[in-house]
């Protein structure tokens, strides 16, 4: 959809084992983010978690006024595109996975961003402790040692689950405080060293350097022509560019830096694999087999053997 302004809802899968495609507007300040095969950050059953998008359309299936707003594009480009969706979709129904699972297992783990819960007792909590019933004494009990605890570590300590409706009672009389906390990928962003030019070189330095140091000389002109480039870039005109690197930020014309990169799991280029257009005797002779036996509509199980670049792949 071209028009940014048409768009004005989303059907987003939740990265969770759960089934369905769920309907949210999409802000104004978000239209020109949104785009199928991104990330966003959405509210989903009391909390924060990462969905995936997967269309977009300017009506809802449902009653607009019932919707939950995007709250954050958590992409700048997008992880997947709009052609592979068939692909999810058709791996999620053969494997019986919701389809939200299917692209978490697709993409990189640990790059997805949701929040939890966290409970923290109150003076009056403190105070008031030991006149409550149970369940309400051993969580207010276990707060006051601990201070503050996530929903999950608190069923964990506990033993059992905590109801929405028990903490709601204690947060309604002020015993207790729930907020809730985003946490951040178990991902680090990917960093890749680089090189660029801090200082133009006299042209005293310049004769040195090609005197003196002839290879740093030359990646120096190869700087020059860019003005910074990837260490990793080099690695095929230079046999160690980060000593050559760090010799020219030792003569102050160049400084090394990290450089954040975008992870985009999906952009690798496949290339076709090639047909050889002549056989080998041995490979016409196993092939003269395997057809005979489509031919003749009798199914038989074949195995190939051979070493490495024997030519299996090909027949």
């Given at each position: 959809?071209?028009?940014?302004?048409?768009?004005?809802?989303?059907?987003?899968?939740?990265?969770l084992?759960?089934?369905?495609?769920?309907?949210?507007?999409?802000?104004?300040?978000?239209?020109?983010?949104?785009?199928?095969?991104?990330r966003?950050?959405?509210?989903?059953?009391?909390r924060?978690?990462?969905?995936?998008?997967?269309?977009?359309?300017?009506?809802?299936?449902?009653?607009?006024?019932?919707?939950?707003?995007?709250?954050?594009?958590?992409?700048?480009e997008?992880?997947?595109?709009p052609?592979?969706?068939?692909?999810?979709?058709?791996?999620?129904?053969?494997?019986?996975s919701?389809?939200?699972q299917?692209?978490?297992?697709?993409?990189?783990?640990?790059?997805?961003?949701?929040?939890?819960?966290?409970?923290?007792?109150?003076?009056?909590?403190r105070?008031?402790?030991?006149?409550m019933?149970?369940?309400?004494?051993?969580?207010?009990?276990?707060l006051?040692?601990?201070?503050?605890?996530?929903?999950?570590?608190?069923e964990?300590?506990?033993?059992?689950?905590?109801?929405?409706?028990?903490?709601?009672?204690?947060?309604?009389k002020?015993?207790?405080?729930?907020?809730?906390?985003?946490?951040?990928?178990?991902?680090?962003p990917?960093?890749?060293?680089?090189?660029?030019?801090?200082?133009?070189?006299?042209?005293?330095q310049?004769?040195?350097?090609?005197?003196?140091?002839?290879?740093?000389?030359?990646?120096?002109?190869?700087?020059?022509?860019?003005?910074?480039?990837?260490?990793?870039?080099?690695?095929?005109?230079?046999?160690?560019?980060?000593?050559?690197?760090?010799?020219?930020?030792?003569?102050?014309?160049?400084?090394?830096?990290?450089?954040?990169m975008?992870?985009k799991?999906?952009?690798?280029?496949?290339?076709?694999?090639s047909?050889?257009?002549?056989l080998?005797?041995a490979?016409?002779?196993?092939?003269?087999?395997?057809?005979?036996?489509?031919?003749?509509?009798?199914?038989?199980?074949?195995?190939?053997?051979?070493?490495?670049?024997?030519?299996?792949?090909?027949?």
């Open positions: 959809m071209t028009d940014a302004q048409k768009v004005r809802y989303a059907e987003i899968v939740p990265a084992p759960v089934e369905g495609i769920f309907d949210y507007a999409v802000p104004e300040h978000l239209s020109d983010q949104v785009e199928i095969g991104k966003v950050l959405v509210p989903f059953r009391g924060k978690i990462t969905g995936y998008l997967v269309k977009l359309k300017s009506e809802p299936g449902l009653d607009p006024s019932k919707l939950k707003p995007i709250l954050e594009v958590l992409d700048q997008p992880l997947f595109f052609d592979q969706m068939e692909l999810f979709r058709f791996c999620s129904e053969y494997y019986q919701p389809l939200g299917t692209l978490k297992t697709a993409l990189p783990p640990g790059i997805n961003v949701s929040s939890q819960k966290l409970i923290r007792i109150t003076e009056s909590g105070e008031s402790k030991t006149r019933k149970e369940p309400a004494r051993s969580l207010l009990e276990l006051d040692q601990m201070e503050e605890l996530p929903r999950t570590k608190l964990s300590l506990l033993g059992e689950p905590v109801s929405d409706s028990l903490l709601k009672g204690l947060a309604g002020q015993l207790i405080e729930l907020t809730e906390e985003t946490e951040p990928p178990r991902i680090k990917k960093e890749e060293l680089a090189v660029r030019i801090d200082k133009k070189p006299s042209q005293d310049e004769l040195f350097l090609s005197r003196r140091a002839p290879e740093q000389y030359r990646f120096l002109l190869a700087l020059q022509k860019t003005g910074s480039f990837l260490l990793a870039e080099m690695k095929e005109q230079f046999k160690n560019p980060l000593a050559l690197a760090r010799g020219l930020e030792k003569r102050g014309m160049a400084r090394l830096e990290k450089k954040r975008e992870r799991p999906f952009t690798l280029e496949l290339m076709p694999m047909r050889p257009e002549t080998s005797p490979q016409k002779a196993v092939l003269g087999k395997i057809e005979d036996a489509i031919l003749s509509n009798d199914p038989k199980v074949f195995l190939l053997e051979g070493v490495t670049g024997s030519g299996k792949t090909e027949v």
